[in-house]
């Protein structure tokens, strides 16, 4: 009689375990980044047309507005912008290496068994992977709750530094700053007055993240490099980008595969900051020589 019950209870151990493993979720993310203070700047610009502010306009919505789309189980998962056919694709090269570094571009592969991630990126046309361990965000509980498409989510919050490689993290450069770089473009001849995009703008030291997330589907999981809450995050926003989730379902029918990129040049997340820093530098430089007329130049200043 105990053999039976044994064996019993072994079977049903082992069917959960097989449950467990074969668990996947698919979500939707809808990522938004306002520009409002960039088109508060291009208004009181006196030589912007209103055609180049609207063009301006339009460009940095699509560069600024994604869809991804997030596949999950209760070790891994992977990040991915929906494909779908992108105008910016087809605009000058600054614009497409922007749009590349505005979250999009890629797969975003984690394991949070492993505490590591692997993403694949192109950048001046050449293909990277980038291999590194999951950032150690401390989050903070909160004990506000509100409802996210039927599931009930509690709020977390963090501070972490930005990424100098990620546009969304810029913000316009504070007044002061700005009157003291005016008033020493006041005196160059007009045709180098014009600021390229990185003049402009300036990255803050820390910036704090507030998360919902939802104990209903008990995974380390979030979109980007967001996990380590006790559910799945549904909705992040660092006061400038909301990253917010518009459909969730558990089990679909079709599972999609959750495995890391295996392309382009092994390099960590530092290795590869560095050389993206370098060569805007570069670029920067270039289009200043050329009187600023490349096509990183956006002047957000009247």
């Known amino acids: 009689m105990y053999k039976v019950i044994f064996t019993l209870v072994l079977a049903v151990a082992s069917f959960m375990g097989l449950h467990a493993q074969e668990f996947q979720g698919m979500a939707v993310y809808e990522s938004k980044t306002s520009t409002s203070d960039f088109k508060t700047r291009m208004e009181g610009n006196k030589n912007m047309t209103p055609d180049m502010q609207k063009m301006i306009e339009e460009r940095m919505k ?37 749009s590349s570094m505005t979250g999009g571009g890629g797969t975003y592969y984690k394991n949070v068994k492993e505490k590591s ?49 990620d546009f969304r993290n810029f913000r316009p450069k504070r007044e002061e700053a700005k009157k003291e770089e005016d008033k020493k473009e006041s005196d160059k001849p007009a045709a180098e007055k014009k600021t390229n995009f990185l003049d402009a703008v300036e990255l803050p030291k820390e910036i704090t993240i507030t998360a919902w997330y939802t104990p209903e589907i008990p995974v380390n999981q979030g979109p980007e490099g967001y996990w380590g809450l006790p559910g799945l995050i549904l909705e992040v926003n660092d006061g400038k980008t909301i990253i917010l989730c518009s459909k969730v379902v558990l089990n679909p029918k079709e599972k999609g595969e959750i495995k890391p990129s295996t392309k382009g040049k092994v390099i960590s997340q530092k290795e590869y900051d560095e050389a993206v820093v370098k060569k805007m530098e570069e670029f920067r430089e270039m289009n200043q020589a050329r009187g600023g007329n490349g096509g990183m130049q956006i002047r957000f200043g009247g």
């Not at 891994?76 to 992108?86: C, F, H, M, V």
């Not at 903070?140 to 509690?154: A, L, Q």
């Open 62 to 98: 699509k560069m600024f507005e994604k869809t991804f789309i997030l596949n999950f189980n209760k070790s891994a998962s992977i990040y991915k912008e929906e494909e779908k056919l992108d105008a910016t694709a087809q605009a000058g090269g600054g614009m497409r290496m922007m």
């Open 117 to 165: 991630y692997t993403i694949d990126k192109e950048f001046m046309g050449k293909e990277f992977l980038i291999k590194d361990s999951l950032p150690n965000l401390q989050w903070k509980m909160e004990g506000e709750t509100r409802v996210i498409g039927g599931y009930t989510c509690y709020k977390a919050t963090a501070v972490k530094a930005p990424s100098a490689t």
